[in-house]
């Protein structure tokens, strides 16, 4: 079976330039987590998605940040326009969202930011 | 504000020494989640607690639960260099399925 899919694994970019991230989570997975990563910190949660619908999104900075799930499948996550301080790893994670389960996520590769 | 207090953010012990490292909240937790994840690469999970003062093992490591279900604790004896990673502790918060997160314990195990 495959795992959470993240593309790009890289991405360099200059400040004030927009940025997309994709995700594919896992088959049948329901809920879609974006998270992000500074180095050798835990993850912070930007969204969460329970199918196309964002049930929590309190996190993620509106201003310069978007993401949509259409279908309730894949994702994308959109920064625009990047600063300095948005360079970091962007990780994607899903979970087949049965509120009766113990909410194991699995995560994707995680795509690394670094704007210059 | 609810959080998951990790410790110690850093350690760097020779091969075959034990650790241990723990995960404190004020909180109650439905389940505490414990995840490796090594450079380059997402976490993984090791392991699920649920109930109180529960222990599970897997190999080398003993992950417990308390029996308040507000903290948790992971133990590697004689720890291998393959146990290098960051280690991080999540618990589910049952009133919002909410998942919260502690800030890593950076683990060196040096041969």
């Known amino acids: 079976e495959a795992g959470v899919v993240q593309s790009p694994r890289y991405k360099i970019i200059e400040k004030k330039q927009p940025v997309a991230f994709w995700c594919n989570p896992i088959?049948?997975?329901?809920?879609l987590y974006w998270y992000l990563q500074n180095l050798g910190q835990g993850p912070e949660l930007l969204i969460r998605?329970?199918?196309?619908?964002?049930?929590?999104d309190s996190q993620l900075p509106k201003d310069r940040f978007s993401a949509e799930r259409l279908k309730g499948v894949d994702s994308t996550l959109k920064i625009q326009p990047a600063e300095l301080g948005d360079s970091a790893v962007y990780l994607c994670?899903?979970?087949?969202?049965?509120?009766?389960?113990?909410?194991?996520?699995?995560f994707g590769e995680g795509s690394r930011l670094t704007v210059l | 504000t609810q959080l998951l207090e990790q410790s110690p953010q850093f350690l760097s012990i020779q091969e075959g020494e034990n650790l241990t490292v723990y995960c404190n909240s004020s909180s109650v937790f439905s389940s505490l989640q414990w995840y490796r994840q090594e450079p380059g690469e997402g976490p993984v999970l090791l392991v699920t607690v649920v109930t109180g003062g529960e222990v599970k093992k897997l190999k080398r490591l003993t992950f417990q639960f308390g029996d308040a279900r507000k903290d948790s604790s992971l133990h590697i004896t004689a720890a291998q260099p393959g146990d290098t990673g960051l280690y991080l502790c999540a618990g589910l918060k049952d009133s919002n399925y909410q998942l919260i997160w502690g800030a890593g314990t950076k683990l060196i195990i040096k041969p």
């Open positions: 088959s049948g997975h329901n809920t």
């Open positions: 998605y329970e199918n196309e619908e964002a049930v929590d």
């Open positions: 994670a899903s979970s087949p969202g049965n509120r009766e389960g113990t909410g194991e996520l699995f």
